[in-house]
Structure formats: structure tokens, C-alpha cells
């Protein structure tokens, strides 16, 4: 059932009532913004298969092969804007009623949406750094090589977390130092099958903090963890939940 403005009232509240809140975030949020789910149909992995393209081993063994699937990656997420999701987060952050945003995306939308304390589980597309002598390169400035490489010869690697390679060991401990403390986690667009961001939401409703969850469809967290559920596109959700908490604020 599509959500209405009863559920949005009480979302707000929830909000306001149980602070500090956080995000996570998966690749729904960023359907709107043209980047298809590399799970779906239409998705990388459907033209990539992950274990020849998407694996720290087999960038190693053949990182030109590899930047096939990073181009045509890079071709989407050049393209993308952050779209009302994403800038509705920022607000949250900016009304401070939002603490952090964990992500498991790499498209820097979060940022370019007015984000600024995001939480990378699989790092960010927009950087690339040699695996030899260390030198880090903004894309853009390698966009025009292919594959791009650093001045001492060696192909780039672009800061996304390959399969193989472990979770970044900061953004895990912040991550549940915060779900620890949260009163409240905004689950947005997010299929939650993934650990150990699946993690999160669990990790916080442990310690009685309120599971708010935006998505199109039903997870497995909808039944046993989930207290509102908030069925639809998240942008639109997102930025009438900004309205809602705009006016709650208006009125203290």
C-alpha cells in the first residue's frame, strides 16, 4: 500500500522523538538518478559476470580487461545527478535531525546532494589510486585514457571496494559505533540481502533504536525489525518527509 500522509506524520515524529538518527543507503536510491541496480536485469552484472570483472584477483591479473566494466560504469555514473533523495538527506543533516548516512554506493550522489558525513562501505568511483607507488588521481583527469595510468607506468585502480577485499575497518567501526547509539535508522532503498550492512538496522533495533524503512518493495526486515514501513519511490517519500519535518519544526 503506497504511503500516505498519516505514515509520514508518524515517520516524522519518530524522527523527532528518537535522536540521533542515520541512513543506510543502497543502490535504489539512485535508480532515479539513471544508475540501474548492478543486481537487476539491466544491471553491470547482467553484461559483467562478477568474478571475472568485479574481483580484486582478477583486476591483478588483468587490469585492462577489468576497466571494460569500470568504463561502462563510469559512463553511468558520469552522467547521474543526485536526485530528490539524495538532496532530501542533506537537508536532514543540515535540520540536524540526520547524523550520518551509511552508504553502499560509490556514485559520490550522497555528497553532491548536500551529504557531508557519509560513511563509504564500498568506497567511491570518483577517485583512483595506483596499487604500486600510491599516487591518488581525481577520474576526471584520467578520463581520457583507457585504461588510465599512473606516472610510474602502472594501470589506476579506481577506490571501490573489489570483491575480495575486506570493508574498510573505519567505516565498520563508526558504523556500529553509531547504529549502538542511534535512535533512529532510515533503511532507503535498500534490498538489506548484503552483509554486513545488513547488519546496521539489526545492530541498532538491538539497542531499542525505531527502523524507519523506505523502499518499493518488502524485505526481510519489513516483518520482524521494520516499525514503519514506507512503500515507494524514495525520492518523493523523502522529500514530503522534509516537508512534514519542516512544519513539526515550524510549530515548536
Not at 575480495?164 to 563508526?174: F, H, K, N, Q, V
Request: contains cysteine; aromatic residues 6%.
Amino acid at each position: 500500500m503506497p504511503f500516505s500522509t498519516d505514515l509520514l506524520t508518524r515517520a516524522a515524529k519518530l524522527i523527532i522523538d528518537n535522536q540521533p538518527a542515520i541512513a543506510l543507503t543502497g543502490a535504489g536510491i539512485s535508480v532515479a538518478s539513471g544508475i540501474p541496480d548492478f543486481r537487476g536485469k539491466n544491471g553491470l552484472w547482467s553484461i559483467y559476470e562478477p568474478s571475472e570483472y568485479a574481483t580484486i584477483d582478477a583486476f591483478m591479473a588483468d587490469p585492462a580487461k577489468v576497466w571494460k566494466m569500470i568504463r561502462a560504469m563510469d559512463e553511468l555514473i558520469s552522467k547521474a545527478k543526485p536526485n530528490p533523495a539524495h538532496i532530501g538527506l542533506g537537508k536532514l543533516e543540515k535540520m540536524d535531525l540526520l547524523q550520518y548516512i551509511i552508504t553502499q554506493n560509490v556514485d559520490n550522489l550522497h555528497q553532491d546532494g548536500g551529504s557531508r558525513n557519509v560513511i563509504e562501505f564500498h568506497g567511491n568511483h570518483s577517485t583512483l589510486s595506483c596499487l604500486f607507488c600510491g599516487n591518488k588521481y581525481g577520474i576526471e583527469e584520467k578520463r581520457q585514457e583507457f585504461p588510465p595510468a599512473c606516472e610510474c607506468g602502472k594501470i589506476l585502480k579506481p577506490d571501490v571496494i573489489f570483491f575480495g577485499e575486506g570493508i574498510p575497518e573505519m567505516a565498520l567501526s563508526l558504523s556500529y559505533k553509531l547504529a549502538s547509539s542511534a535512535g533512529t535508522v532510515l533503511v532507503i532503498g535498500t534490498s538489506a540481502q548484503v552483509m554486513p550492512a545488513n547488519s546496521i538496522p539489526v545492530t541498532a533495533a538491538r539497542n531499542n533504536a525505531k527502523i524507519i524503512e523506505i523502499n518499493k518493495e518488502r524485505t526481510f526486515l519489513t516483518d520482524d525489525l521494520t516499525d514503519l514501513f514506507l512503500e515507494g519511490d524514495a525520492g518523493e517519500i523523502i522529500a514530503e518527509l522534509v516537508e512534514e519535518l519542516e512544519g513539526l519544526r515550524g510549530k515548536d
